[in-house]
Structure formats: C-alpha cells, structure tokens
C-alpha cells in the first residue's frame, strides 16, 4: 500500500467500494491531510461534493478525520 498512488491529474479516481475509496480510506485522508493543516493556527477546511449519492458519506468521513486531527470544518453542500 505504501507504494500506491492515489492522486492522479483530476484527483483521487475509482469506483466507490470497489476500488480504494472507501469509507476507511476517506477517514485515514482527512486525518492525514488535516496532521499537516491543523499545524497552522487557523486551519479550516471547506468541503464541498457532488450529487452522487455516495457523496455524503463520503463527505462526512473526510470531516471525521480531519474534525479527529484538529481541522475547523465547514460543509459546503453541493458545489
């Protein structure tokens, strides 16, 4: 796991489930990310999704771990 790319150009791809993105994977992400944004004094993070309907749990295990690592955040709803 530690050698696989999860980025690419347009983001992290896959098919939700079936793939890497998961629920657990959204949770480790946000707790990961927000490790290095909450060093800042005034971290915040604003999240927004689409309409998929795998977007809102999605969205809220993302906030779980960055809420977990100390990261303000703000839910933007559908953007």
């Known amino acids: 796991m530690a050698n696989e790319r999860y980025f690419g150009t347009d983001g992290i791809r896959g ?3 079936k793939s890497h993105i998961t629920v ?3 949770l480790k ?3 990961a990310v927000g490790s290095v944004v909450a060093q800042d004094q005034c971290a915040r993070v604003l999240i927004g999704r ?4 795998s977007g809102v749990v ?11 690592a100390g990261v ?6 559908i953007v």
């Not at 689409?50 to 309907?53: E, F, S």
């Open 72 to 77: 303000d955040t703000h839910l933007l709803g």
């Open 58 to 68: 999605l969205q809220s295990a993302l906030q779980a771990g960055l809420s977990a």
């Open 29 to 31: 992400l946000g707790w």
């Open 24 to 26: 657990d994977f959204m």
């Open 50 to 53: 689409d309409t998929r309907i």
């Open 15 to 17: 098919q939700v489930g």
